[in-house]
């Protein structure tokens, strides 16, 4: 099963030519995933050839304008596509208000069903396979990171094990596989472990944004294969930095290091930074976790299955 984030924008607090207000895709198999959406979401979304359609929740951080303000764009653009499955929107209390509001000012027109969910600890969507789950951060309003989470996939099957118990193929092979055990014609029984591995981790990708550091974060995002975290500042500015309720990229790899995460991906950029700055940030936040990776706007990663 694909899984695969796109980084469709890196810009915090302004949009800037070339730097489009911060926000993540992710696509498991198809359905697509939206964390956050501030203004022009859509044309990263257009120029990757996303489609809305696909869209099956958004994961909306905190109520500043730089996450949320693109949200009414893509909300109409989506009754343009013949949706018919409802949308799942989930954040904040007053995203609630904020979705109602656009409508009723905005006159939109909405063929399709909205299901707004108030984000809270724990796990706030799930699917076949997988589960979204929010995690409280330290910010000016209220404010959520998310992580999405794959179940363990069975284990793998054996066929030469099988082959050595003597277990024919055919309907017993599907039963074993299916964690079922058999009785050969013998009478010895067989358990579907003596010839299945043991279960296979799932994959893990984390969001978090507009937070000042506080080592729990870590916690939360234990085990990511890709973890998405800002990195507003460089580590010079950290007192900058905790005056604002934001993190400096340094901050950002300390997470990465903490939580066992494989890939740090940094975004939310102060737009103080010009594109050759930028460097300074990857440059601290390598100091710490050197699997680090200074994401551009529409940047792409594919995360493997786990064996």
């Known amino acids: 099963m694909n899984l695969e984030a796109f980084q469709l924008g890196t810009s915090g607090m302004m949009p800037l030519p070339g730097r489009f207000l911060t926000s993540v895709l992710v696509r498991r198999d198809g359905d697509l995933f939206l964390f956050d959406s501030g203004e022009g979401t859509q044309v990263s979304m257009k120029m990757l050839n996303l ?10 951080s905190h109520m500043h304008a730089d996450h949320v303000t693109g949200l ?24 609630g208000d ?15 069903e909205i299901r707004f969910i108030p984000a809270e600890t724990g796990v706030v969507y799930s699917g076949d396979g997988f589960s979204v789950q929010a995690f409280p951060l330290i910010h000016t309003k209220p404010c959520f990171g998310y992580a ?17 118990l003597g277990i024919p193929k055919g309907k017993l092979w599907g039963q074993l596989q299916n964690g079922m055990s058999v009785t050969l014609d013998d009478g010895r029984v067989i358990e579907s472990s003596m010839v299945i591995g043991a279960a296979r981790e799932g994959r893990k990708i984390s969001y978090v944004t507009d937070t000042m550091y506080f080592p729990q974060i870590a916690d939360y995002v234990h085990d ?16 900058t930095a905790r005056e604002k309720k934001h993190m400096t990229s340094y901050e950002a790899g300390l997470i990465a290091r903490d939580s066992d995460s494989l890939k740090l991906c940094l975004q939310h950029y102060s737009p103080r930074y010009s594109d050759r700055e930028l460097r300074i940030l990857e440059r601290d936040a390598k100091e710490v976790f050197p699997d680090t990776v200074l994401t551009r706007d529409r940047m792409s990663f594919s995360i493997p299955l786990k064996d």
């Open 98 to 112: 904020y979705i109602e509001s656009s409508r009723r000012i905005l006159d939109m027109y909405i063929n399709y």
């Open 51 to 60: 489609r809305w359609k696909k869209i099956s929740a958004i994961f909306i």
């Open 72 to 95: 009414p764009g893509i909300l109409m653009l989506s009754s343009q596509v013949d949706r018919t499955d409802p949308l799942y929107v989930i954040g904040p209390q007053k995203l």
């Open 224 to 239: 990511s294969d890709i973890l998405f975290c800002e990195g507003m500042f460089e580590k010079a500015l950290r007192d």
């Open 148 to 164: 999405l989470v794959e179940e363990k996939r069975k284990g793998e099957f054996h066929p030469d094990k099988a082959m050595e």
